[in-house]
C-alpha cells in the first residue's frame, strides 16, 4: 500500500527524469476477456486524456466499454479535485455504487484521478468506502494493469497512490475520443503554486516531454489523419525550461507548424511564462490556431498578489493586448474567480472593469472554493456565500455580453469550420472555427466529420453561431 503525502507532494528536488518506454505486462493481456467497464471522467483537459489511456490500458486486458454503469463489471472514475463540486459529484457517484455493489457483490470499483492524490480522499475510502477495490494515482497510471489484477486476484482492497512523479512515461497505448481531433501532452505537472490551486499537488512537478517525442506523436496523428492537434498543459508556455536551454514553446509551436498538420491548438498559457517569441510565432503559422486561453484569475492586483500570481492587473493588460495586437483576428477567452479570501467591493469592481477592458470570447468564472492543504484554506474570508453569489452573476451579465457582441461582428463572415458531426435536425451540422467558436450550419450536400469547411454565418448567440456552408 501506498499512501499519497502532501508534504513530500509539495517538495521540488532537483531531479533527473528517465524516460522509460511502457512495456505491456503480456502475462495479463486479453485475462478479463468477456469483461465490461464503466469510466467517468470529472476533470480537465488532461484527465479527458488520462482517460484515453485508460481505456486503451483497459482494452489490452480484455475490458469492452460500456456507456451505462449498470451493465459494468467494472466502474473506473477518474476523478478531479479542482473544486468542491467537483469532489462531491464523484463521492455521490461512490454511493450510488455502494448501493449497487450490494445488489451485485462482484461488481468492481476503483477511483483514480486528482483525487486520489489527496490524503484526506484516501483516507476516507480506507475508513468508509471499503467497497472500492482498488484506487491508484495520476504519477502511476501506467500501473492501472497490475493494481487491477491483483485487486481481483487477492480480493482485497489496492491502494496504490505515489506522492512524487516518477518517470516520465512513454508508449502507453491510447484510445482516443475523436478521430480528427487529438489532445498531445507536452508538459505534466505544475510549479506554479496559486495559493489556491491544488493541482500542484495532485500533478507534481513540472516536466516536459522531449521534443522529439511530442515530434513523432504528432507525426503519427498526421499519417492517420488527424486535422487538429491541442498541446496540453497545466501551463504549456513553461514547456522545455526544464529540460533545454534554449527550446520553448515558441520552438515546438514552430517545429509543429511547419509539419503542415491543418490545425494546432494549445492550453493553458500562464501569464507569466508568455515571450514575445510565443506571440510572434503564433501570429506567423496561419495553421496556429488564433486562439489563446489567458486566464487571469482577478482584475485586482491586491487579489491576485495574494494568489500568488505573480503579475498585476497591469501587466496582464498589457500581454493581453501585445497578443491581440500582434495577432490578427485573435480570440482570447479566460478565468476568473470570485470570492477570493480578502475580496471586496472595490477588488470585485477591477474585474468587472478588465472584463469591460478586455471583452473576452469566452470565460469559465468560478465561486472560490477551499481546497483543503492550499494556503488560500488559512487566509480570512469575511465574504459571505450569498454576496459571492450575486458577484459571480454580476459578473456573468458583463462577460455574457461581449461573447454575444464578439458574435455579432462575425456576422456575414465566411470562416474556416473543422466539421464535427452531424445534428439531429435534416441537413444539419457542427463543428468549430479557428477562434474555437461553435458553429452549426446546414449543408445540402453531404459532408463528412473530419472536413474543413467555408460556412458563412447568418446569425450570432451567446455561445454558438448559425451559417450556412459556401
Ligand atoms: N493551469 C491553469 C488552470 C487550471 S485549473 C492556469 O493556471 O491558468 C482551471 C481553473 O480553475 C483555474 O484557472 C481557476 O480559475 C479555477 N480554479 C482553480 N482552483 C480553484 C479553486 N480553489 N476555486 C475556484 N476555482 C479554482
Ligand atoms: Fe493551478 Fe496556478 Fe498551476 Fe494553474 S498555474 S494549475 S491555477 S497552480
Ligand atoms: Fe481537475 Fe486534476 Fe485537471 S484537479 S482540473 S483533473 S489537473
Known amino acids: 500500500m501506498h499512501l499519497p503525502d502532501y508534504k513530500e507532494a509539495r517538495s521540488r528536488t532537483k531531479k533527473e527524469y528517465r524516460r522509460i518506454d511502457f512495456k505491456q505486462d503480456k502475462t495479463i493481456s486479453n485475462k478479463y476477456r468477456g469483461m465490461k467497464y464503466f469510466l467517468k471522467t470529472y476533470g480537465c483537459q488532461m484527465n479527458e486524456h ?19 454503469y449498470n451493465l459494468a463489471d467494472l466502474v473506473l472514475l477518474n476523478t478531479c479535485s479542482i473544486r468542491e463540486n467537483a469532489h462531491n459529484k464523484a463521492f455521490g457517484m461512490l454511493g450510488r455504487l455502494k448501493h449497487l455493489k450490494g445488489e451485485r457483490p462482484e461488481l468492481i470499483i476503483g477511483l483514480c484521478g486528482c483525487m486520489a492524490q489527496e490524503a484526506s480522499v484516501v483516507q476516507e475510502i480506507l475508513n468508509d468506502y471499503k467497497f472500492v477495490n482498488f484506487v491508484f494515482g495520476t504519477h502511476n497510471l501506467y500501473q492501472l494493469p497490475n493494481i487491477l489484477d491483483k485487486a481481483i486476484k487477492e480480493n482485497k482492497q489496492q491502494i496504490e497512490v505515489f506522492s512524487r512523479e516518477g518517470d516520465l512515461v512513454e508508449g502507453l497505448p491510447v484510445i482516443r475520443a475523436n478521430k480528427y481531433k487529438a489532445f498531445v501532452n507536452i508538459i505534466y505537472g505544475c510549479d506554479k503554486f496559486c495559493t489556491y490551486c ?6 507534481g512537478r513540472e516536466r516536459s516531454r522531449r521534443r522529439e517525442d511530442i515530434i513523432n506523436e504528432v507525426k503519427l496523428l498526421i499519417e492517420d489523419g488527424y486535422q487538429e492537434v491541442t498541446l496540453l498543459g497545466q501551463n504549456v508556455n513553461a514547456y522545455g525550461k526544464d529540460l533545454y536551454d534554449n527550446y520553448n514553446l515558441g520552438d515546438l509551436l514552430e517545429e509543429i507548424a511547419l509539419l503542415n498538420i491543418p490545425r494546432i491548438r494549445f492550453m493553458t498559457s500562464h501569464p507569466w511564462d508568455f515571450t514575445d517569441k510565443m506571440i510572434d510565432v503564433i501570429g506567423k503559422y496561419s495553421n496556429i490556431m488564433p486562439s489563446v486561453h489567458l486566464p487571469v484569475q482577478s482584475g485586482s492586483s491586491k487579489i491576485l498578489k495574494l494568489m500568488g500570481r505573480r503579475y498585476t492587473k497591469e501587466s496582464y493588460l498589457e500581454l493581453f493586448h501585445k497578443i491581440k495586437d500582434t495577432v490578427p483576428g485573435v480570440s482570447i477567452s479566460t478565468d476568473i474567480i470570485v470570492g477570493f479570501p480578502g475580496e471586496d467591493e472595490e477588488d470585485f469592481r477591477e474585474t468587472l472593469s478588465l472584463a469591460e477592458e478586455c471583452k473576452y470570447d469566452n470565460a469559465f468564472t468560478f465561486i472560490f472554493s477551499e481546497r483543503e492543504g492550499t494556503p488560500a484554506c488559512k487566509l480570512v474570508d469575511n465574504t459571505p456565500p450569498e454576496v459571492k453569489e450575486e458577484r459571480l452573476q454580476r459578473l456573468n451579465q458583463v462577460v455574457n455580453k461581449y461573447f454575444l457582441e464578439n458574435n455579432k461582428k462575425l456576422e456575414g463572415e465566411v470562416l474556416k469550420v473543422l466539421v464535427e458531426g452531424v445534428s439531429l435536425k435534416k441537413n444539419m ?27 458563412k454565418i447568418k446569425s450570432a448567440k451567446t455561445w454558438s453561431l448559425d451559417g450556412e456552408i459556401v
Do not use: C, H, Q
Open 198 to 203: 491544488i493541482v500542484p499537488y495532485t500533478r
Open 50 to 68: 488520462d482517460s484515453e489511456n485508460i481505456e486503451a490500458l483497459l482494452v489490452n486486458l480484455g475490458f469492452t466499454k460500456v456507456l451505462d
Open 429 to 455: 451540422y457542427y463543428g468549430y472555427s479557428e477562434t474555437n467558436k461553435l458553429i452549426n450550419f446546414t449543408s445540402e450536400k453531404e459532408i463528412e466529420a473530419g472536413e474543413i469547411v467555408n460556412v
